[in-house]
């Protein structure tokens, strides 16, 4: 719970300091944790490729909540 607590807080305060730009989601704690785990376990990423890596997915998982959206309230009208 501790390590659950602290990449919540990371993540907080991440999102205060830089909200995501328009087009991306907010940064959530799983992918807080995905990069943590990345930058931590493995020797062969640079911060820069894991920030775009992550910037690349939170635009992909902005783009299908907006069609998941839009769909649903299509079938809902």
């Known amino acids: 719970m501790l390590a659950h607590a602290f990449l919540a807080v990371a993540t907080?305060?991440?999102?205060?300091?830089?909200p995501a730009p328009a087009g991306m989601i907010e940064l959530t704690v799983n992918e807080f944790r995905r990069l943590f785990d990345a930058l931590l376990l493995t020797a062969k990423h640079t911060i820069d490729?894991?920030?775009a890596?992550?910037?690349?997915?939170?635009?992909?998982?902005a783009r299908a909540r907006e069609c998941h959206y839009r769909r649903w309230k299509q079938q809902h009208q």
């Open 49 to 51: 490729t894991l920030l």
């Open 53 to 61: 890596w992550s910037r690349r997915r939170r635009r992909h998982q």
């Open 12 to 18: 907080a305060i991440e999102r205060e300091h830089a």
